[in-house]
Antibody, heavy 116, light 114 residues
Framework: QVQLVESGGGVVQPGGSLRLSCAASGFTFSSYGMHWVRQAPGKGLEWVAFIRYDGSNKYYADSVKGRFTISRDNSKNTLYLQMNSLRAEDTAVYYC?????????WGQGTLVTVSS | DIVMTQSPDSLAVSLGERATINCKSSQSVLYSSNNKNYLAWYQQKPGQPPKLLIYWASTRESGVPDRFSGSGSGTDFTLTISSLQAEDVAVYYC??????????FGPGTKVDIK
């Protein structure tokens, strides 16, 4: 069925790294732009990054620019988020979402906790 | 950057009554060349990911009940639930996509049953 499944979350120390994955199924992954959106505990939604359908362009929120890298492998129907130099304020549930302007399909999210 | 604000922060409405949520953008999200407002609404129920309800400010996503409606233009928008149902308890977010590929969400409005 049409779905997105995130993985790779966990507990990491400040300054550490983590790579999140988002496996897509049920639609033509290579035809759609993809986003990462995060939600800190008890807080609202924050857009993190976007990648065009073919990976040609990538865009980031100022809060993660230079630390996070979005990428995709269309042969594996998978989206990635490489997170480096993690900070306590990066603690959140990270969602992948499909779409260009609007986000019409979301995964269930994966929790990233940055703590010593 | 376009900043989105919402009001109220929360509201409690009796079952069957109307709920109204407001969203304001710091600059217009109306694209003059196509006369479309680049504004979407999402619903997030407890423990679930967000769900797209409305795009282009007033177009319902497929499968969304018609008690949900969106209106407004330029910088001021409204999401209306015409007859609140128990399953509508959620946090509602507006989002602008005028500044694609940079996107911003409003802070959210929590809707509860009175």
């Amino acid at each position: 069925q049409v779905q997105l499944v995130e993985s790779g979350g966990g507990v990491v120390q400040p300054g550490g790294s983590l790579r999140l994955s988002c496996a897509a199924s049920g639609f033509t992954f290579s035809s759609y732009g993809m986003h990462w959106v995060r939600q800190a505990p008890g807080k609202g939604l924050e857009w993190v990054a976007f990648i065009r359908y073919d990976g040609s362009n990538k865009y980031y929120a100022d809060s993660v620019k230079g630390r996070f890298t979005i990428s995709r492998d269309n042969s594996k129907n998978t989206l990635y988020l490489q997170m480096n130099s993690l900070r306590a304020e990066d603690t959140a549930v990270y969602y992948c979402a499909k779409g260009l302007g609007t986000m019409d399909l979301w995964g269930q999210g994966t929790l990233v906790t940055v703590s010593s | 950057d376009i900043v989105m604000t919402q009001s109220p922060d929360s509201l409690a409405v009796s079952l069957g009554e109307r709920a109204t949520i407001n969203c304001k953008s710091s600059q217009s999200v109306l694209y003059s060349s196509n006369n479309k407002n680049y504004l979407a609404w999402y619903q997030q129920k407890p423990g679930q990911p967000p769900k797209l309800l409305i795009y282009w400010a007033s177009t319902r996503e497929s499968g969304v009940p018609d008690r949900f409606s969106g209106s407004g233009s330029g910088t001021d928008f409204t999401l209306t639930i015409s007859s609140l149902q128990a399953e509508d308890v959620a946090v509602y977010y507006c989002q602008q996509y005028y500044s694609t590929p940079l996107f911003t969400f409003g802070p959210g409005t929590k809707v509860d049953i009175k």
